[in-house]
């Protein structure tokens, strides 16, 4: 089972104008250890709360794709580890493009391991009992 992915973005930056292209390899399935990482980066992002008070909705939403795209990105463009994995740059679009990608990527290997098993039922319903045994019994 295939558990990263190749993508691509190319976009304008919306604050800066500048342009982004580059490709990226990212985790498509994550272990438990990269789902803490990912909160890990986006609780460091956010910083603590002395007064209890939590940061702003915005905010949140952007450190939660930040920590998802550092834990999860395996291959980068330059620019992209310069500016601390997204974190120091100005053009917010960017961020998003990434993170889009990332759950389209996310999505495709969804439905591909979906189609796999369905091939596999379907493969398995119209075989021979015996056959089905013989293919999972052990040696």
Do not use: H
Not at 32 to 60: C, E, V
Not at 65 to 81: C, H, K, N, V, Y
Request: glycine share 6%; hydrophobic share 35%; with cysteine.
């Amino acid at each position: 089972m295939e558990t990263s992915k190749p993508v691509s973005i190319s976009c304008v930056g919306n604050k800066t104008g500048k342009p982004y292209n580059g490709s990226f390899t990212i985790m498509t399935v994550t272990t438990n250890r990269i789902d803490f990482q990912a909160d890990l980066r986006r609780r460091q992002i956010l910083g603590p709360s002395p007064d209890g008070t939590p940061p702003a909705a915005n905010l949140q939403w952007k450190a939660f794709m930040l920590g998802q795209l550092f834990a999860r990105i395996q291959t980068s463009p330059s620019w992209w580890e310069s500016s601390d994995y997204g974190l120091d740059l100005e053009d917010d679009n960017v961020v998003t493009e990434v993170y889009n990608k990332l759950l389209e990527a996310e999505e495709e290997a969804e439905k591909a391991i979906k189609d796999d098993a369905k091939k596999a039922l379907k493969k398995l319903a119209n075989k021979p009992e015996e056959e089905v045994r013989e293919e999972f019994s052990e040696d």
